[in-house]
């Protein structure tokens, strides 16, 4: 079973945004430590490639080259794992060139540490999230994983399902490639990040169109958003005057 016990991050600042607890808690959840001996302590194992491995299949241990002939306990392993994790997600930011938001990072973060680094940056997801692929395309990318019993494992299904879940679930922080300054309390770019097609949704977009109609007699307002909200961009993602 895994630990129940949260990894925290070390003391020091990460050198990536993309660590943070969200993608240290789905990693640590949905990832088996070995060997567990007894005693709070767990001793390496051998892969088939005739490496040694410790706890979250670390290849070091505080700097320490893993060997048949150490142990460490369940704090150290948990804390090498957070290492282990600060190099991948500064090689997984390298990759990811969309703007993303906490949870998205952590969702990503997890992922590559699922597949590898080397499965990552070829992937297809990977390319969807850099060319801002739709939210359905995602979603039925991620969705393989989760629906189909007969290939993968149930813990790697549920793990796919959480990394998916937190992948597209709204976050108060919207990931912008320009900055802006919201004149709202509640920010209108936030309904991307949390549209899911309700029908309380859908009230509530009905019921802002109706107030807007009968502000906007002319229907102007409406318009001259729309020119600048489809317009191609300019030059350094600069909007052309509409």
Not at 107 to 112: C, E, G, I, P, R
Not at 171 to 195: F, M, Q, T
């Amino acid at each position: 079973m895994p630990p129940t016990q949260e990894a925290s991050p070390s003391p020091d600042k990460p050198k990536s945004s993309f660590l943070n607890e969200t993608g240290i808690k789905i990693v640590q959840t949905y990832t088996i430590p070995r060997t567990y001996n007894g005693f709070g302590e767990f001793s390496p194992y051998k892969t088939e490639a005739g490496e040694w491995l410790i706890g979250y299949g670390s290849k070091k241990i505080f700097g320490r080259t893993i060997s048949p002939f150490i142990s460490a306990t369940k704090k150290e392993i948990e804390e090498q794992l957070v290492k282990d994790l600060e190099k991948l997600a500064v090689q997984v930011e390298q990759y990811v060139h969309m703007p993303l938001n906490a949870k998205k990072k952590g969702a990503v973060l997890s992922y590559a540490h699922s597949i590898g680094l080397a499965a990552f940056k070829e992937c297809k997801l990977l390319e969807l999230i850099n060319t801002r692929g739709s939210k359905d395309l995602i979603i039925r990318e991620w969705s393989p994983y989760i629906n189909r019993k007969d290939f993968y494992p149930e813990r790697l299904r549920e793990r796919r399902r959480v990394e998916l879940n937190t992948f597209v679930a709204p976050d108060a922080e919207v990931p912008l490639l320009s900055p802006h300054k919201c004149r709202l309390k509640k920010c209108l770019l936030n309904i991307g990040e949390s549209y899911q097609g309700t029908p309380n949704q859908v009230k509530a977009i009905e019921y802002l169109e109706e107030k807007i109609k009968n502000w906007d007699k002319s229907g102007e307002v409406i318009r001259r958003f729309f020119r600048l909200w489809e317009k191609e961009q300019g030059g350094l993602g600069s909007p052309k005057n509409f």
